[in-house]
């Protein structure tokens, strides 16, 4: 069997897929060079369309690492008996301590903290914070990442308000599952969890108008789902009091970025909350498992 490996970020699954088959390194290939590939390996990129698709013509499985699949036409593998596995459960662990830890950051004013001590000014004018005890939280999706967030803010006694449009399952103790706009304009911090919303945008200018004066804003699944010219609007206003962004419109090199630095309540990581070498482990035992399910190996 020959797996195309084209997930850049993730060469640590090479060494694991050896025990499959032949593994070929498609990041930097010719396509006009690929061979056939029956396995195709994919993260973030490459966006799988119908064209691209075409290049495969021997392609029995895609398999995405991690949970998101917006850059795969679902539609064209379905019409082309291709099969479809992604491992959304592999690193939900590291993405919820990701977002606690944006979370606090922002509660903490950490980024002007940290700047402070950087420069060794020892006084904590801009820099006192707020706890995270009694805050109301929103999040937006309860999927495997969400539920995995709402255990840990609810242990540290936040109240957590859900909205998601796919599930009906009953929460845990201390969840409250709601609409989403008694989410948007309850919540204190309101953070997004949703990977598989095909209905476009789920944060804009309009949306805006919906939050408390000084909500904090946390985004740890997809870009696409927040307007970021209503983020930096929001900010401008002081409707948005606090922002975090793992992810955002243009990756990987979003040219918006820029457009945050002049502000101190905003912190930014480079789409790193899946990344942690526990999840790396489960991601391969995982990936490895699915294989030889969908394929009978």
Known sequence: MKIGFWAAGHEYLKSSLG????????????????????????ASKPILNRELLDNFPDLELVVRVGSGFD???????????????????????????HTLLL???????????LKKGEQTRWNREGAIGEELRGKIVGLVGYGNVGMEVALRLVSMGS????????????????????????????SDIISF??????????????TLTKVKKGVLIVNTSRGALVDTYALIEGLRKGVIGGLALDVIEGEPEPEMVKEF?????????????????????????????????????
């Not at 025990?19 to 994919?42: E, F």
């Open 103 to 113: 979370i606090i950051g922002l509660l903490r004013r950490i980024k002007i903290a």
């Open 159 to 186: 109240n957590v308000l859900c909205w998601d449009p796919f599930r009906r399952m009953n929460p845990i103790l201390g969840v409250h599952m709601v609409s989403y706009d008694t989410l948007l304009s309850h």
């Open 193 to 206: 969890h949703i990977q598989d919303y095909d209905n476009g945008c789920l944060f804009d200018k309009e």
């Open 261 to 297: 630095e002049p502000f101190d309540n905003v912190i930014i990581t480079p789409h790193v909350a899946g990344h942690s070498y526990e999840a790396y482990n489960k991601m391969k035992e995982l990936i490895i498992r699915k294989i030889k399910y969908a394929i009978e190996i």
């Open 19 to 42: 025990q499959l088959g032949d593994v070929i390194d498609l990041i930097n290939s010719d396509m006009a060079d690929i061979p056939k590939v029956q396995v195709l390996i994919v």
């Open 71 to 97: 850059n795969i036409d679902l539609k064209a593998l379905r019409e082309r008996g291709i099969k479809f596995v992604r491992v959304p459960e592999g690193n939900r662990e590291a993405v919820a301590d």
